[in-house]
């Protein structure tokens, strides 16, 4: 008899390698039995919806969606929760890209602006982790008409404790050295998981998150069992519960082997 859980995947780096920029045959395998032993399938990513375009292999097997770092999570076509950035915080950041001219991925509820002046967006998104859907981003002013989710901004480790002193009702979470993720106080992955087990009616300790970045460590700390790839950073392997190996060293099912969730 296999142990059922609810399962949580970050995406990148996680489900999807950096290197195919596929999801391995043998986590395929993995998530196909794990559902059909009865446990559940749940994305956790810091991708808005639109640009989660690279899980056609697993779509058939997933129960719901944390999105946006936990600012957006829905199951099928219901919203779950919604966290939007105070309006006062999306443009001292968005006023502060203009003028110092780093980059910034203004996420809304239904688009994206993207403010590239030095390339790093294209260079990251489109090359590094083959997003295309930000060729053609929607004029800034249109974006700023709708709720913010998300700001992701270009710029480092020290200049993010700056700015996030000036935007109050604002977090962090950066899987990236070259930019960090900023929503709501009221979003993160962990908070993500929290809603949906109150949603879904099932008990947050049964659950395993999988991550391997920053914006990882929220629910790596709230589930019920927490799971760094061996490609994670060194702060959340140290939180996890459990090192399993890289993402395409099959790590996914190695740890669910591990857990009992499948054989």
Not at 88 to 106: F, H, N, P, R, W
Not at 111 to 119: F, H, I, K, M, S
Request: include cysteine; charge should be negative.
């Amino acid at each position: 008899m296999r142990d059922k859980y609810a399962l949580f995947f970050d995406i990148d780096g996680t489900l999807v390698s950096f290197n195919t920029h596929e999801i391995p045959a043998s986590t395929v395998r993995a998530l196909t039995e794990a559902k059909e032993n009865g446990s559940q399938i749940y994305i956790a990513t810091g991708r808005p919806p639109m640009i989660i375009t690279n899980l056609g292999q697993i779509e058939h097997l997933i129960d719901g969606f944390i999105t946006i770092n936990g600012a957006l999570c829905y199951i099928g076509h219901e919203q779950v929760c919604c966290h939007p950035i105070p309006a006062e915080d999306v443009m001292t950041c968005v006023q502060d890209s203009q003028a110092k001219g780093y980059g910034l991925i203004v996420v809304g509820q239904d688009q994206v602006a993207v403010l590239d002046p030095t390339g790093s967006v294209d260079r990251i998104f489109r090359l590094f982790l083959n997003v295309k859907e930000f060729a053609e981003p929607s004029p800034l002013e249109e974006v700023l008409r709708q709720d913010i989710l998300q700001l992701t901004a270009f710029f480092d480790a020290d200049y993010e404790k700056d700015m996030l002193a000036r935007m109050p009702h604002c977090v962090s979470g950066r899987w990236h050295p070259e930019f960090t993720d900023i929503t709501a106080r009221e979003a993160d992955k962990g908070k993500g998981i929290l809603a949906i087990a109150r949603h879904q009616g099932f008990d947050a300790s049964r659950t395993i998150a999988f991550g391997d970045g920053g914006n990882d460590l929220s629910m790596i700390r709230q589930a019920g069992t927490g799971v760094a790839m061996a490609n994670a950073t060194d702060e959340l392997k140290q939180r996890a519960d459990y090192i399993t190996t890289s993402v395409d060293d099959d790590g996914i099912l190695k740890a669910l082997r591990h857990f009992n969730v499948i054989y």
